[in-house]
């Protein structure tokens, strides 16, 4: 079991930047590929990023390629999600995922409980 923690949403302007950060309860936090999907008003959930167990491979949505940087501390049970240049459609829901599983962008089994990111023009 894994419980998960996202923190450091809020409002800030277009073209601004934010530092979203999940923590995980568990001894066992470096096993699992963690990533973040987000979900907008009237839209779907969909996947933004994920970074393996290592720390090493990571992938992200072409939508934030080159802007959102996803890193983890297996030390500390965290991983991170810095979003630079935001821009209006980045504004939604938050959260933090974890999975054993093979396939990046869908099937995690762990999902925190969100944090609001609204980007204002």
């Known amino acids: 079991q894994v419980q998960l923690v996202e923190s450091g949403g809020g409002l800030v302007q277009a073209g601004g930047s934010l530092r979203l950060s999940c923590v995980a309860s568990?001894?066992?936090?470096?096993?699992?590929?963690m990533a973040w999907f987000r979900q907008a008003p009237g839209k779907e959930r969909e996947f933004v990023a994920a970074v393996n167990w290592n720390g090493i491979n990571t992938y992200y949505a072409d939508s934030v390629k080159g802007r959102f940087t996803i890193s983890r501390d297996n030390a500390k049970n965290m991983v991170y999600l810095q979003m630079n240049s935001l821009k209006l459609e980045d504004t939604a829901v938050y959260y933090c995922?974890?999975?054993?599983?093979?396939?990046?962008?869908?099937?995690?089994?762990?999902w925190g409980q969100g944090t609001q990111v609204t980007v204002s023009s």
């Open positions: 568990g001894r066992t936090f470096s096993s699992y590929r």
């Open positions: 995922a974890a999975t054993k599983g093979v396939v990046v962008t869908t099937g995690y089994d762990y």
